[in-house]
């Protein structure tokens, strides 16, 4: 059984950073694309940024770009998101996915499992 544990969210001000971690465990962690999404009240699930099974190819959402960076660290089954400027229209629920794909893609269709999400909140 595949598990995606997120944590790291919060309450942060315009400007600061947060650094979400996500643990996986149930597959065969390097040979899957991972993908950090966020979601809002009344809108789609979007991606945020995504990353490769080898973690050399990685995909930003334009809006992220410069300000977030994906890494992973296939030793600890663990993918992380740096958010770094963070502005009050980042404000979402973060989700962690595993792709069945090894290559990065931003497309949410193209990723079967899913963690429970972790809160993050930007005040101005």
């Known amino acids: 059984q595949v598990q995606l544990v997120e944590s790291g969210g919060g309450l942060v001000q315009a400007g600061g950073s947060l650094r979400l971690s996500c643990v996986a465990s149930?597959?065969?962690?390097?040979?899957?694309?991972l993908g950090w999404f966020r979601q809002t009240p009344g809108n789609e699930r979007e991606a945020v940024a995504t990353?490769?099974?080898?973690?050399?190819?990685?995909y930003y959402q334009d809006s992220v770009k410069g300000r977030f960076t994906i890494s992973r660290d296939n030793a600890r089954n663990t993918v992380y998101l740096q958010l770094n400027g963070l502005k009050p229209e980042d404000t979402a629920v973060y989700y962690c996915?595993?792709?069945?794909?090894?290559?990065?893609?931003?497309?949410?269709?193209?990723?079967?499992?899913w963690g429970q999400g972790t809160q993050v909140t930007v005040s101005a």
């Open positions: 996915a595993a792709s069945a794909l090894i290559r990065a893609t931003l497309n949410p269709v193209l990723f079967q499992e």
């Open positions: 149930g597959l065969s962690f390097a040979v899957h694309a």
């Open positions: 990353i490769s099974g080898s973690g050399a190819i990685t």
